[in-house]
């Protein structure tokens, strides 16, 4: 896997088609995961977010309609309100007045990580803005979220079940270690994930 940065587009992308979907869907019911928050995962999130130095931090696993952060670290304030959720379709709770907190479901065409399932291959970018494609992200826009570094989760089956990734509010130089950083802990993960077929 190589540092394969998106090139820049006059065009928002959309949220891209993922023919895998219902393939890893049925593979995310086998393995008991992307329903339910899992506390090794949000451990997992919090180290992440350590190593990285960034204040979000997710183990998302993709659906055909939603994502789902199993794993979660983000400002504390906003992790014991983790229930909220970006407004759009796909999501539950509340949308709040103000500007919404990361919560634990998104729509598919908020962020970046289906696009990275889709690709899978890991994605940097260190200033969304720099990326017409990904600026008009929904998730720019309304959380303000300014650079993102994900990773896959290519399991033994071939099937990319979602992505560890993490994000910031200001433009990140995140460079070759962050990319060997994220990489790595999708390796890890990956290695956790291939040694159950259960619950952690």
Not at 112 to 130: G, I, N, Q, T
Not at 149 to 158: C, E, K, N, Q, S
Request: hydrophobic letters at 40%.
């Amino acid at each position: 896997m190589t540092y394969d940065p998106p090139r820049p587009a006059g065009r928002l992308l959309l949220t891209p088609e993922d023919k895998e979907a219902p393939a890893r869907t049925r593979r995310l019911r086998v393995l008991d995961l992307g329903e339910r928050v899992e506390p090794a995962l949000d451990s997992f999130a919090d180290r992440l977010a350590e190593l990285a130095e960034a204040p979000y931090a997710m183990v998302n696993f993709v659906g055909e309609e939603r994502q789902f952060f199993a794993g979660l670290h983000a400002p504390d304030s906003e992790r014991e309100a983790g229930r909220l959720t970006a407004p759009g379709p796909g999501t539950d709770g509340p949308a709040p007045a103000a500007k919404p907190r990361i919560g634990r479901r998104m729509a598919r065409e908020y962020g970046f990580c289906p696009h990275v399932v889709v690709r899978r291959k890991a994605l940097v970018l260190e200033d969304v803005r720099d990326y017409p494609r990904f600026a008009g992200n929904p998730l720019v826009d309304e959380f303000g979220i300014r650079s993102y570094l994900g990773a896959p989760l290519i399991d033994r089956t071939g099937l990319a079940l979602g992505t560890v990734c993490v994000t910031d509010v200001e433009p990140r130089p995140w460079g070759r270690p962050g990319l060997d950083t994220i990489k790595a802990l999708a390796a890890e993960l990956v290695g956790q994930i291939g040694l159950r077929e259960g619950g952690f």
